[in-house]
């Protein structure tokens, strides 16, 4: 029977003084070779995967950051939108608030604002379609803006047009509707009211306007009648000088006469009306400022 094969090693000192002999089977070092390929072959079939496998966790890491992040700025985009809605929310107050007292079809006509009615906690939906329906409703709360501008502008003008100052300061001694005439037993209606006043007092145009009459009146003696747009006109009586002429423009607070006792009258005073659409109208009802302690009404 053949001897089995071996292995000799030979481990020898530098001095030579001592040697080492160590026999290995042969089968043990074939099982070591082929334990070496083996490892050597699945080493070579894993090392892909796992470079592949450290890639991706690194990858992994990258998106989970990013992730964050844009969770992140998700947050503060939908804390964002709770703002503009509530801030829209308070638009719509306010211009519900402005157009109430003219009417329903005073104010810009109402449209859908594809929102839902009044806001409040934001929905699921996507932020970026979130806000293109806060872009939607923040164009059209932008034309109600501008609609209101535009009705406020003529507001504005008309308020600046309307006869609300007091012409001159003294005591209302007649005032406007029905009273007892001063020329007969019966009762009679006054278009105006009369304001007591010396003599030469100065009449200060209430309003600007144009001057469309400036002469004498049957009943008034020296008159003066200003337009101040919008069917509104003034009337002014019993002066006793003009400063005024036809067709001249007058401003605010301009002496447009002086106080006198013209015409049918008992005594100094000024003759103060206002016309809306050739009717006169309570002169109370347009003025606006105080007119001061004289000011007393008493029946004459």
């Known amino acids: 029977m053949p001897k089995p094969k ?3 090693l030979l481990m020898v000192r530098d001095d030579g003084s001592r040697v080492l002999r160590l026999s290995v089977p042969g089968w043990a070092v074939g099982v070591v070779v082929g334990g070496l390929a083996i490892t050597i072959l699945g080493l070579a079939f894993i090392y892909p995967d796992y470079v592949s496998l450290r890639h991706q966790r690194g990858t992994f890491a990258a998106l989970s950051e990013r ?3 844009q969770q992140g700025l998700l947050d503060a985009s939908q804390s964002r939108l709770r703002e503009i809605r509530g801030e829209i929310d308070s638009w719509r107050d306010l211009h519900a608030k402005i157009w109430e007292p003219f009417g329903p079809e005073a104010g810009p006509a109402k449209r859908g604002t594809g929102i839902g009615g ?4 934001p929905d699921r ?3 970026k379609e979130e806000m293109d329906r806060l872009l939607g409703t923040v164009r059209e709360e932008g034309e109600s803006i501008r ?5 406020l502008g003529r507001a504005s003008r008309v308020l600046a047009s309307l006869p609300s100052r007091w012409p001159v300061r003294g005591p209302v001694n007649s005032d406007f ?21 010396s003599i030469g007092t100065p009449v200060k145009a209430p309003a600007p306007g144009v001057v469309i009459f400036a002469g004498q009146h049957a ?10 747009g919008n069917d509104t006109r003034s009337l002014y009586g019993h002066l006793s000088r003009l400063n005024v002429a036809m ?13 006198g006792n013209t015409g049918r009258s008992s005594g100094p005073h000024l003759h103060y009306e206002i016309q809306v659409k050739g009717q006169p109208v309570n002169p109370h009802s347009y003025i606006w400022e105080e007119s001061g302690p004289a000011v007393a009404k008493s029946a004459r």
């Open 177 to 197: 509707g029905q009273r007892r005439s001063p020329w007969a037993p019966n009762s009679e209606f006054h278009s105006g009211i009369d304001i007591g006043a």
């Open 67 to 69: 992730l964050h992040t």
């Open 247 to 259: 067709e001249l423009a007058v401003k605010r607070g301009e002496t447009v006469a002086l106080t």
């Open 118 to 121: 009044r806001t409040g906690e």
């Open 147 to 151: 609609t209101l501008e535009r009705f």
């Open 125 to 127: 939906a996507p932020v």
């Open 6 to 8: 071996q292995f000799n």
């Open 219 to 228: 009943e008034f003696g020296v008159t003066l009648v200003i337009d101040h």
